[in-house]
């Protein structure tokens, strides 16, 4: 498991997001608050003992958001995307603000399940044609990306 720390101001981390190295399934929300228990368990508490810090102990309430599971970074690219194209008919820009999106979540290796993205499209308010069109064309890219990094370094 990968456990990802990010800040939150100046005096506080969060576990932003937890990931499986071994497979590229979500965690169930009880896999997840295991995770958490060990992680705090193991590092947190002795990172902890004589310090005047406190740990605020959480437990995910819900199954994982897309924020959750993607970067800041992989997320404002999105909602910049979402924010500004024409959701009845793609622009040249648009579909580069969109490749964009999609190589980031490729060198960052996120993992996005289409019923989370789908979800997310759907808050946007995009058409469910275009959703069914940006959730395909986002595996296809991320396919085409892998393939590529194979080949690279068969090289």
Do not use: C
Not at 29 to 51: A, C, H, K, W
Not at 60 to 67: D, F, G, I, N, V
Not at 84 to 103: E, I, S
């Amino acid at each position: 498991m990968a456990v990802w720390l990010e800040t939150r101001g100046a005096s506080e981390l969060y576990v932003s997001t937890i990931i499986s190295l071994e497979s590229r399934k979500f965690l169930s929300l009880e896999q997840y608050n295991q995770v958490l228990d060990d992680f705090e368990r193991t590092f947190i508490e002795p990172l902890m003992s004589g310090l005047k810090g406190h740990v605020f102990n959480y437990q995910a309430a819900t199954e994982p958001t897309l924020e959750d599971v993607l970067s800041a970074d992989s997320m404002r690219r999105l909602k910049s995307f979402s924010a500004t194209a024409n959701k009845a008919k793609l622009h040249p820009l648009d579909v580069h603000r969109w490749n964009a999106f999609v190589a980031r979540t490729h060198l960052e290796d996120a993992v996005i399940e289409p019923t989370l993205f789908s979800d997310w499209l759907q808050g946007e308010v995009w058409p469910d044609d275009q959703r069914a069109r940006l959730i395909a064309d986002y595996q296809l890219g991320r396919s085409l990306l892998s393939v590529y990094d194979e080949e690279r370094v068969d090289r």
